[in-house]
């Protein structure tokens, strides 16, 4: 065993085992440590807010000359006084705190969100929907060098049978009787498989996460184990 003097390494690893120690029931090491995460991350975000997206996009826009000293690539541009108006949005939005005026901020509000709305359903219909009708509309007996492929043959058919009975399953128009109803079954199977498959990936995920702070309390906190 060869433990670190680094405070802060020290620090860290009381962190960590404060974390893990809600396993055991919920404490006040648990609490501090829950707490101070939130709030360094909500007050490293705010300056990534700031100085990432307000200072470039708005008062550089607005008034160049007020950024020379921090942003000075942007300090030459001609203002765009335009971008007042986003800023007047900026400040409705913020009457939310207030009591009295909190019903201001429901329309800048419903402007962002409209306008967010319609941009982002003609991005989805490119990227996701039309992209995965695209990916659906494959041959199902696939030849490579004038060979027939049983590999990509069988994944071909899987797929199309996949889609196929899944969206089935989605219909309820017809009762789920017959060869409907079987494909309809067939399509539970198929989402269930998606469904797991998707859940094993996230929970690997967290896996990865475990083991990375196992490796940092063993191998750099108390030095058992080589990284």
Aim: charged share 15%; glycine share 10%; with cysteine.
């Amino acid at each position: 065993m060869n433990i670190t003097g680094d405070l802060w390494t020290w620090f860290g690893a009381f962190l960590t085992l404060a974390i893990l120690s809600f396993l055991y029931k919920d404490n006040l090491f648990y609490k501090f440590a829950e707490h101070l995460f939130v709030g360094v991350s909500a007050a490293y975000w705010m300056v990534i807010g700031i100085w990432g997206t307000l200072f470039p996009n708005l008062i550089a826009k607005i008034y160049p000359e007020a950024v020379r000293f921090v942003l000075p690539s942007l300090a030459d541009r001609e203002p765009e006084y335009w971008y007042i108006i986003p800023a007047i949005f900026g400040i409705l939005m913020l009457m939310r705190l207030s009591d009295k005026l909190g019903w201001v901020s429901r329309w800048p509000l419903a402007f962002i969100v409209g306008t967010t709305a319609g941009l982002n359903l003609i991005r989805y219909l490119r990227s996701d929907f039309i992209g995965q009708v695209g990916n659906t509309m494959i041959p199902l007996i696939v030849f490579k060098e004038g060979a027939f492929s049983f590999i990509d043959s069988f994944s071909n058919i899987v797929i199309f049978v996949g889609v196929f009975c899944g969206l089935i399953y989605f219909f309820f128009s017809k009762e789920h009787r017959g060869v409907f109803g079987t494909a309809s079954k067939i399509g539970i199977w198929i989402l269930m498989i998606t469904f797991g498959a998707g859940f094993g990936y996230t929970v690997m995920a967290r896996i990865s996460l475990l083991v990375g702070r196992m490796q940092f309390l063993l191998g750099d906190w108390l030095g058992l184990i080589n990284r």
